[in-house]
């Protein structure tokens, strides 16, 4: 079923290379922004509002139509805003691209679970979403391993940078792919009774 392969592909590669941002920020604080605890915690904060905002963004949606386009567009976001990260050198311009990290991280998350969890039979729903957990929580300490071993050699600034780059390309693509996926989805949505 094309959307759900899509979708947990792009899932598997947010996962391996751009989610692992977490195990870097403390190289950030420290050596990047010079700063300490305090200055990793308005970090992780700043990354915490923009992921409620996320949050709040898609639950208020009443119907799963046009989910594709804001999953692609939400990927997209993601990779820009953790490449963007990799540039800053001031505490402020930082904090604020870590809220549109967090927010375009819970955004992507939420978007896909959503389009997945919209499309899927009822009687594969446990399989899809093992699937689904495994893309998320099964890649991310192996991408978490992997990315800290290229911030030890070409430094966490680069490692952000083509981590981020290759999350943007997954969500180019994705945005490609969507009027196919749109398509198949809209059928499979009409038959389980929504309407568009």
Same mark, same amino acid.
């Given at each position: 079923f094309i959307p759900?392969?899509?979708?947990?592909? #792009?899932? %598997? =590669? *947010?996962?391996?290379?751009?989610?692992?941002?977490?195990?870097?920020?403390?190289?950030?604080?420290?050596?990047?922004?010079?700063?300490?605890?305090?200055?990793?915690?308005?970090?992780?904060?700043?990354?915490? #509002?923009? %992921? =409620? *905002?996320?949050?709040?963004?898609?639950?208020l949606r009443k119907s799963p139509a046009g989910l594709g386009k804001a999953m692609a567009f939400s990927v997209s976001f993601f990779g820009l805003s953790v490449s963007s990260f990799a540039f800053s050198r001031i505490l402020a311009l930082s904090m604020i691209l870590m809220g549109f990290v967090g927010f375009s991280l819970v955004s992507s998350l939420v978007s896909c679970n959503t389009y997945i969890q919209s499309l899927?039979?009822?009687?594969?729903?446990?399989?899809?979403?093992?699937?689904?957990?495994?893309?998320?929580?099964g890649i991310y300490p192996i991408g978490s391993l992997f990315t800290g071993w290229i911030a030890?050699?070409?430094g966490a600034p680069l490692t952000f940078l083509g981590c981020g780059?290759?999350?943007?390309?997954?969500?180019?693509v994705l945005w490609r792919k969507t009027p196919q996926m749109e398509e198949i989805a809209h059928g499979v949505l009409r038959k389980k009774g929504h309407r568009f």
């Open positions: 759900i392969r899509n979708t947990l592909l #792009v899932l %598997a =590669l *947010i996962s391996f290379t751009a989610i692992p941002y977490i195990v870097l920020l403390p190289v950030f604080a420290r050596e990047i922004l010079g700063g300490g605890p305090q200055t990793l915690g308005f970090l992780m904060a700043s990354s915490g #509002v923009g %992921a =409620l *905002i996320g949050s709040l963004r898609f639950a899927v039979d009822d009687d594969k729903r446990s399989r899809v979403m093992s699937l689904y957990i495994v893309s998320v929580m030890s050699i070409i780059a290759l999350c943007f390309l997954a969500g180019v």
